[in-house]
Nanobody
């Protein structure tokens, strides 16, 4: 099983980036994005159910970020708009094997993690 995140980079405040995560080895229930800023704990960003019918967002990104997935391609995306300097972090994609009854937002619920991609937002 492998999750490969890509799409990070440097952007000015107010700009946009699109992160992608290519999954392989199996299919997944919930998939999500987390991020970790320097000196801070890894935090939840967004998650989506297998069908795409249920999503969850951190309050700090709601209305600016959109999570989506393509089950046929086994990919997960995160469209990030109106980026702010405080969005600067390493972004990780994550996935869990079994549906837990709801879209999960806690780190411990995820079984698989990608390697991370760095997003830097300058002011």
């Amino acid at each position: 099983v492998q999750l490969q995140a890509s799409g990070g980079g440097m952007v000015q405040a107010g700009g946009s980036l699109r992160l992608s995560c290519a999954a392989s080895g199996r299919t997944f229930a919930t998939m999500g994005w987390f991020r970790q800023a320097p000196g801070k704990e890894r935090e939840f960003v967004a998650a989506i159910s297998r069908s795409g019918g249920s999503t969850s967002y951190a309050v700090s990104v709601k209305g600016r970020f959109t999570i989506s997935r393509d089950n046929a391609k086994n990919t997960l995306d995160l469209q990030m708009n109106s980026l702010k300097p405080e969005d600067t972090a390493v972004y990780y994609c994550a996935a869990n094997a079994q549906w837990l009854g709801a879209v999960v937002t806690t780190r411990s619920a995820y079984d698989y993690w990608g390697q991370g991609t760095l997003v830097t937002v300058s002011s």
